[in-house]
């Protein structure tokens, strides 16, 4: 009974924090970003049910994204030439369908295998509809996109879609349940054996489960959830261009489900949120921002391979037996330094890379002539690198300390 | 007609031929280690760049055979410290890995030698033209890259087949456990295939660099293509990547080369279709047009109808 008023709780307090979003930050470009972040947490989400639980590597996933947004825009241009009369709150409905209709079609044939197979499927199906997008110039509308106006459809409780906000509450009600939606399709019989096929499909298939039929299942709830998200998309900008359904898309929420976390269903909200915010936060400042977005995804493969999701995880162990607090001077002790690397490698980065003599960034002003700026910058990372070298093995030791199991018996089992 | 014939099937074997330069590479690494690697044209890319730089200071000639050397250094460097890591967390997290790599060559080359296209250029003993037939000229660089793409796929064959190492290589791929308890060291093997798989790019990149352009999206253009050779070719043969790689050069120089499209087509069929859909477009398409297209319409078929590749045996 616990659990279950604990999982009411925590999806109560999901849609109260998306409901009260715009109270507390109510600034255009504020909610501006949350309808961004409101669209990438439905398309990182449906993502996650390919790549995390089907185990179905897909570089084309933009291509319901992106044909979800254009039947979107293409519905919201028939209502303003009042040829057609439907309601704007529905118009995510119409990229869900349209991304579940693709996802049948494409799933028909590519669901077959798994792995490598399905992954260059996918590729081929995505550039093929990126570059039939340039082809078929009446459709698509050719470089220039397709544009609507999302303000011609019959008034919903009072909102006319004027402003963003309007839009932003239509958003959460998809979002929400969308989220919710996804989440219980993990609880269904088709999610569990979505997992299953994903970790073994020989054996699924000895218990009597065709794992291609799985894999179909998961296929089209995946490009439906896209195809909502595209929906959105065309709602929020009124506007959808060939750029949305190509690899350029695809790679982006390839790479906020993999930073968030594959396998966890919070992971991709996270991978969403923060990759939303740092274009925001960070595209603003600096020309350099898809570099650093590079290096944080190969990092993230290389030493975080479940995510952030799984990081945060990882310290489940150490909470429940009540040693986290041993772990946080080795983390301060190794987190510090490594700021200070990582800064210092920013700043020089950027110095290198800046077009005026005098370079602001974090308070500091950085010459460009200046070797003194220069040699300051390499001290700081050096000194930064040194020192995180140095204090790793404690951080390991801590580490090992915390998890290590209880000697002593009777904690271990209560807990 | 002729002389469009002619030229068409040149230029792609020229391209068919430079294509063949990368996907053997990517196809090797991939009968060893299972993987694609995506980030293959960018070591192709990285390898046009590095000789341009290069050529800038001590000419084409020195470009031509340091640059192929470093990249393949950075490539074994890759897989050792990067792929090898992630390689214990199964061919999703190498694939994904790869894409990031990709990813992040290209925008680092846009950090370090910005989003223009560079001026590099033919050197000036290959600025003639080798010969004029049917009065159009085919220049002397040209040659030059087909010779040295038939000279590595010649090179690369007898290796592989004939010499020591090629056959420890082969055995490698096929019995690495039986090969590593003979002596020799296998993950070293690897490095070695995956440094010279990627200089072997490198090298693509930098005789392609003058003609098709140096630019930071050349890798992206390229990428997908070879992509869908090896898999045509069927996932790890040699062969079959010539085959491939042939069969796509050519298709896209005589798509390009070719005047006819749909309305000749219903011309000759006698049909007329009304002009008022939405999709109309497609009765005034022709092959020029869908030149770029036919290599992933060709892939999607094969994979469905024969999943393995022309010459691929593997089921994977």
């Given at each position: 009974m616990k659990t279950l008023a604990a999982k009411w709780g925590l999806w109560g307090g999901y849609l109260a924090v998306l409901l009260l979003l715009p109270q507390v930050f109510d600034s255009i470009l504020a909610i501006?970003?949350?309808?961004?972040?409101?669209?990438?947490?439905?398309?990182?989400?449906?993502?996650?049910?390919?790549?995390?639980?089907?185990?179905?590597?897909?570089?084309?996933?933009?291509?319901?994204?992106?044909?979800?947004?254009?039947?979107?825009?293409?519905v919201l241009r028939l209502m303003e030439f009042e040829a057609m009369y439907f309601s704007i709150a529905l118009i995510p409905l119409i990229g869900g369908l349209t991304g579940l209709l693709a996802g049948i079609f494409v799933g028909s044939f590519s669901t077959r295998k798994a792995g490598t197979v399905f992954a260059m499927i996918s590729l081929g199906i995505g550039e093929l509809v990126a570059a039939s997008s340039?082809?078929?110039?009446?459709?698509?509308?050719?470089?220039?996109?397709?544009?609507?106006?999302?303000?011609?459809?019959?008034?919903?409780?009072?909102?006319?879609?004027?402003?963003?906000?309007?839009?932003?509450?239509?958003?959460?009600?998809?979002?929400?349940?969308?989220?919710?939606?996804?989440?219980?399709?993990?609880?269904?019989?088709?999610?569990?054996?979505?997992?299953?096929?994903?970790?073994?499909?020989?054996?699924?298939?000895?218990?009597?489960?065709?794992?291609?039929?799985?894999?179909?299942?998961?296929?089209?709830?995946?490009?439906?959830?896209?195809?909502?998200?595209?929906?959105?998309?065309?709602?929020?900008?009124?506007?959808?261009?060939?750029?949305?359904?190509?690899?350029?898309?695809?790679?982006?929420?390839?790479?906020?489900?993999?930073?968030?976390?594959?396998?966890?269903?919070?992971?991709?909200?996270?991978?969403?949120?923060?990759?939303?915010?740092?274009?925001?936060?960070?595209?603003?400042?600096?020309?350099?921002?898809?570099?650093?977005?590079?290096?944080?995804?190969?990092?993230?493969?290389?030493?975080?391979?479940?995510?952030?999701?799984?990081?945060?995880?990882?310290?489940?162990?150490?909470?429940?037996?009540?040693?986290?607090?041993?772990?946080?001077?080795?983390?301060?002790?190794?987190?510090?330094?490594?700021?200070?690397?990582?800064l210092?490698?920013?700043?020089?980065?950027?110095?290198?890379?800046?077009?005026?003599?005098?370079?602001?960034?974090?308070?500091?002003?950085?010459?460009?002539?200046?070797a003194l700026s220069w040699a300051g910058l390499v001290l700081g990372a050096g000194l930064g690198a040194f020192l995180t070298a140095r204090s790793t093995p404690g951080l390991r030791r801590a580490w090992e300390a915390a998890n290590a199991p209880e000697t002593r018996g009777g904690r271990e089992r209560a807990s | 007609m002729p002389e469009v014939l002619v030229f068409a099937t040149l230029n792609g074997l020229v391209t068919g031929l430079l294509l063949f330069m990368l996907a053997s590479g990517l196809t090797v690494i991939f009968s060893m280690m299972g993987v694609l690697n995506f980030a293959h044209a960018s070591f192709y890319m990285l390898g046009a760049y590095f000789a341009y730089s290069i050529s800038l200071y001590f000419g084409y000639w020195t470009g031509l055979i340091l640059a192929p050397l470093i990249v393949g250094v950075l490539g074994a460097l890759v897989e050792r410290y990067g792929l090898r890591r992630v390689h214990q967390h199964g061919h999703v997290a190498e694939l994904v890995f790869t894409f990031g790599l990709a990813f992040l060559i290209e925008e680092a080359v846009q950090f370090f030698w910005g989003q223009d296209t560079k001026n590099y250029q033919t050197p000036d003993l290959l600025d003639f033209p080798l010969f004029t037939l049917f009065g159009q000229e085919f220049s002397a660089y040209r040659g030059f890259m087909l010779t040295i793409s038939i000279g590595i796929f010649i090179g690369l064959y007898q290796v592989l087949t004939r010499s020591r190492v090629g056959l420890i290589i082969q055995a490698a791929i096929s019995h690495p456990h039986m090969v590593a308890n003979l002596g020799h060291n296998v993950p070293l093997i690897f490095?070695?295939?995956?440094?010279?798989?990627?200089?072997?790019?490198?090298?693509?990149?930098?005789?392609?660099?003058?003609?098709?352009?140096?630019?930071?999206?050349?890798?992206?253009?390229?990428?997908?293509?070879?992509?869908?050779?090896?898999?045509?070719?069927?996932?790890?043969?040699?062969?079959?990547?010539?085959?491939?790689?042939?069969?796509i050069g050519l298709l896209q120089s005589y798509a390009i080369a070719a005047n006819v499209g749909m309305p000749e087509l219903l011309e000759l069929l006698g049909l007329e279709f009304p002009r008022s859909h939405p999709l109309d477009d497609l009765w005034t398409l022709n092959l020029a047009q869908i030149a770029p297209v036919l290599p992933f319409l060709l892939l999607v078929l094969v994979l469905i109808f024969r999943p393995t590749g022309l010459m691929g045996k593997r089921e994977q």
């Open positions: 501006s970003i949350f309808n961004q972040m409101a669209i990438a947490i439905v398309f990182a989400l449906s993502y996650n049910m390919l790549l995390g639980q089907g185990g179905m590597l897909s570089f084309g996933h933009a291509v319901y994204f992106g044909l979800g947004g254009f039947l979107a825009v293409h340039l082809i078929f110039t009446g459709f698509f509308g050719g470089e220039a996109g397709v544009s609507g106006d999302r303000t011609f459809g019959p008034p919903l409780f009072g909102m006319d879609f004027f402003s963003d906000t309007d839009v932003y509450y239509l958003a959460v009600f998809w979002v929400f349940v969308s989220t919710l939606f996804m989440y219980l399709f993990t609880r269904t019989p088709a999610g569990r054996m979505a997992n299953a096929v994903r970790d073994n499909p020989e054996r699924a298939e000895f218990i009597g489960y065709s794992a291609r039929w799985v894999r179909f299942i998961s296929f089209c709830a995946a490009g439906t959830f896209a195809g909502v998200a595209g929906g959105l998309f065309a709602l929020n900008y009124e506007f959808v261009t060939d750029e949305n359904l190509n690899l350029v898309t695809s790679g982006r929420v390839l790479l906020m489900a993999y930073i968030g976390g594959l396998g966890f269903f919070i992971g991709p909200i996270i991978g969403a949120i923060i990759l939303t915010l740092m274009n925001f936060l960070l595209s603003n400042y600096t020309e350099l921002f898809l570099l650093y977005l590079g290096i944080l995804f190969v990092l993230t493969v290389l030493f975080l391979p479940r995510g952030f999701a799984g990081f945060i995880m990882m310290h489940q162990a150490a909470w429940l037996r009540g040693r986290l607090h041993g772990l946080a001077l080795p983390y301060l002790l190794t987190g510090l330094p490594a700021l200070l690397f990582i210092s490698a920013v700043c020089l980065l950027e110095l290198s890379h800046a077009s005026e003599p005098v370079l602001h960034f974090l308070g500091l002003s950085l010459a460009r002539d200046s | 490095t070695a295939v995956f440094g010279v798989g990627t200089a072997l790019a490198g090298l693509a990149g930098v005789i392609a660099g003058p003609v098709l352009t140096t630019f930071p999206g050349m890798a992206l253009v390229l990428g997908s293509i070879v992509f869908v050779i090896v898999v045509i070719g069927g996932l790890g043969s040699l062969p079959g990547a010539l085959i491939a790689s042939l069969l």
